[in-house]
């Protein structure tokens, strides 16, 4: 009787390592990341659109120039298990802010602050991790390209790349469900200069 109660035994241990090491295996529960920002691609920037137009009244060429932020498009994903399967109340990771951090590799490239980009965003946990969430978000704005740049738009430039930036972005939130923090980041770059400006779609 013994012998068999710790045959058991033995088979219940057993089978639950599996069942743990297969979870472990399958995916780690509590995983916010960054699956990609704007696919992996290099953002071309560009600082200002200009347009020239001669005024009559003063006799001269006027030159208006305007800062146009710049969006990504961010892939997240978040892995939460949780004790209990299922769950009636999903785990969902609310995104409150991105922090962003600039680095330029050029010699005369300013040292940019960081940037907080407000965010009102959830990404709903999966634990298959096969969800995916998709959103955009902004990560050059107008009033950074003005501080940064404004100098040298006081004439157009000739068309022309001024730095590469190397930019981390740091997402932060909360889960309400799990009671903890989530954190994850990304890196991306930023190709910026004075690009070439359509005319007909002056402030698009």
Do not use: H
């Amino acid at each position: 009787m013994r012998r068999s109660l710790f045959g058991r035994l033995t088979v219940v241990a057993i089978a639950g390592l599996l069942l743990v090491a297969g979870c472990e295996v399958f995916e780690q529960s509590g995983t916010l990341r960054v699956v990609s920002i704007n696919n992996g691609n290099t953002l071309r920037s560009d600082i200002a659109d200009f347009f020239v137009y001669f005024d009559k009244v003063d006799s001269e060429w006027v030159t208006v120039y305007q800062f146009m932020p710049d969006s990504v498009e961010v892939v997240m994903q978040y892995v939460e298990i949780g004790p209990g399967l299922p769950t009636w109340t999903p785990y969902v990771a609310n995104i409150l802010k991105a922090v962003i951090s600039y680095r330029g590799t050029s010699e005369d490239a300013p040292v940019y602050a960081p940037a907080t980009i407000p965010l009102t965003q959830t990404v709903m946990s999966d634990p298959a991790a096969k969800l995916t969430t998709t959103f955009y978000m902004e990560v050059l704005t107008a009033s950074f390209k003005y501080t940064f740049w404004e100098e040298w738009m006081q004439e157009p430039p000739d068309y022309d790349i001024f730095d590469l930036i190397d930019a981390t972005a740091t997402f932060s939130g909360y889960d309400t469900v799990a009671n903890r923090e989530v954190k994850a980041a990304g890196k991306f770059q930023i190709q910026v200069g004075n690009l070439y400006d359509d005319l007909s779609r002056f402030g698009q």
